[in-house]
């Protein structure tokens, strides 16, 4: 396990913040650089609570992936895609956050979890991992987040709940040895 620097992300400490566009609250996990607005990051992973329908912020230059944590989903329209049913068990979707974008709740309110990259600075990739009992995940990037969507997980000893996340620098097909019953997701960060 040794090579790489992980850092434990409580959710305690992940920092609130109005929506770009007002309509909501969106709780920040982690940012680059650490001191970056919503206006000039390189990259930004979050999750918002979306509890009515309605449009989405506009991020200029932005690639975005939205995965549903919690809720019974929603609908995306993404101008110049096909509409998209997001479930918590559908696979991250990736879009131009730049295109304009509006959601349809199919129910009760969703979390999902945000990650956004400037385009031309940085690309980014989501994997969504059930865990259930032991299990080994490799991790190959720059900035690599392993973010516990559900239940309860531990690596070694640190035990990660809803919203804990996992931050490791430089990783080259590291292997992390996870135990526990949830859903984490994997998400690699790399300049371009």
Request: aromatic share 6%; hydrophobic share 40%; net charge negative.
């Amino acid at each position: 396990m040794a090579g790489y620097n992980m850092q434990l992300l409580k959710s305690g400490d992940h920092r609130r913040m109005p929506w770009k566009n007002g309509g909501g609250v969106t709780i920040e996990i982690a940012v680059f650089p650490t001191d970056a607005s919503v206006d000039n990051f390189d990259w930004r992973v979050s999750t918002a609570t979306v509890a009515s329908d309605g449009a989405f912020s506009v991020f200029s230059g932005i690639d975005r992936t939205l995965s549903v944590l919690e809720g019974d989903g929603i609908i995306l329209s993404v101008e110049g895609l096909e509409e998209q049913e997001l479930k918590g068990e559908t696979p991250p979707f990736p879009f131009p956050a730049d295109s304009p974008t509006s959601a349809k709740l199919l129910g009760s309110a969703i979390t999902d979890l945000n990650v956004m990259t400037r385009r031309g600075r940085f690309a980014h990739q989501v994997i969504r991992h059930p865990i259930s009992g032991d299990t080994v995940l490799s991790l190959s990037g720059t900035t690599v987040l392993v973010f516990c969507g559900s239940g309860s997980v531990q690596t070694n000893d640190t035990q990660l709940e809803v919203n804990d996340c996992l931050r490791f620098e430089q990783c080259s097909n590291t292997e992390l040895q996870l135990s526990g019953s949830g859903t984490v997701f994997v998400i690699a960060l790399n300049p371009v």
